[in-house]
């Protein structure tokens, strides 16, 4: 039952004079209360998924050719793919990878993703909700050239965090 059919049940029960004031009063606050504690469930839920590796990160970077020249030049990293939406994706071993990709604040990091074992999208995004955390799936095909929908949401910090399949590579 929410807040709000909570406090109705129990102005109605003062009302036919099945509780008193004080009790009224004293019911209230605790209805009140429990409001601004975080849910038990985001506090007792299992873990959404377990990460098993840093599947990528990607940079926000002013131009994208003269930061991927300098990867390659300096860490001998390839490219690996060219998403539709104009960004790099380079190697970094079997696992994981650089992202590059033309986007508001330069020298920063946009997101990072973390590979998960059984990766679908939407079944995480409604276990995340148990966490009071709401996810975005996104499924523009030009985001992504391999793999399927992405899933995002942000840490407490405001940190864009995506879910990927663990193996995943761009």
């Keep these: 039952m929410n807040n709000i059919n909570a406090i109705e049940n129990l102005v109605e029960k003062f009302e036919q004079k099945k509780m008193t004031r004080r009790e ?5 606050l605790v209805a009140t209360a ?3 504690v975080p849910s038990v469930s985001a506090q007792t839920a ?8 840093m599947n990528h990160v990607s940079l926000s970077v002013n131009d994208v050719s003269r930061s991927a020249d300098f990867y390659n030049r300096v860490l001998g990293m ?5 998403p539709a939406n104009g960004g790099l994706n380079m190697g970094l071993g079997n696992e994981s990878f650089l992202g590059l990709y033309n986007l508001p604040n330069p020298g920063s990091m946009h997101h990072m993703c973390i590979g998960v074992d059984d990766y679908n999208p939407d079944a995480l995004a409604e276990k995340l909700l148990d966490h009071d955390i709401d996810a975005n799936v996104n499924r523009d ?16 910090d405001g940190i864009l965090v995506q ?8």
């Design 46 to 53: 299992a873990p959404v998924a377990i990460g098993r590796s």
């Design 78 to 82: 390839e490219i690996i793919s060219r």
């Design 141 to 156: 095909a030009a985001n992504r050239t391999s793999g399927g929908d992405q899933l995002y949401f942000n840490d407490p």
């Design 163 to 170: 879910l990927a399949q663990h193996g995943y590579l761009g």
């Design 34 to 36: 429990a409001s601004t």
């Design 24 to 28: 009224l009063v004293a019911s209230l």
